[in-house]
């Protein structure tokens, strides 16, 4: 893969992901208020979860077969836009 088409997979993933957050987080605080992050703990269980799950299921060992690009898209870029831990810094900060 060239490297300029790794940056553009990554950068559109974590723009995915990042709107992923923002989208449960808001729905997380609409419902149960924002007294205590409760979004950005889901999402940073959830995220970390599907990271592990898939970095598990396409090593090489793995059951299921994935591109370097595959994994480039959605493990650095989905997952990592969506579980960024500056925005729980800042919510443990303003805690």
Do not use: H
């Amino acid at each position: 893969m060239q490297t300029w088409l790794a940056y553009v997979w990554v950068a559109t993933g974590g723009a995915l992901g990042s709107v992923g957050r923002y989208w449960l987080s808001g729905i997380v605080a609409s419902r149960v208020g924002e007294t205590f992050p409760w979004g950005t703990v889901l999402v940073n269980v959830t995220g970390s979860f599907l990271i592990g799950l898939l970095a598990a299921l396409t090593e090489p060992e793995g059951r299921l077969l994935a591109s370097p690009g595959f994994r480039l898209f959605f493990m650095t870029g989905v997952c990592g836009g969506y579980t960024t831990v500056s925005s729980f810094s800042l919510q443990t900060l303003n805690l």
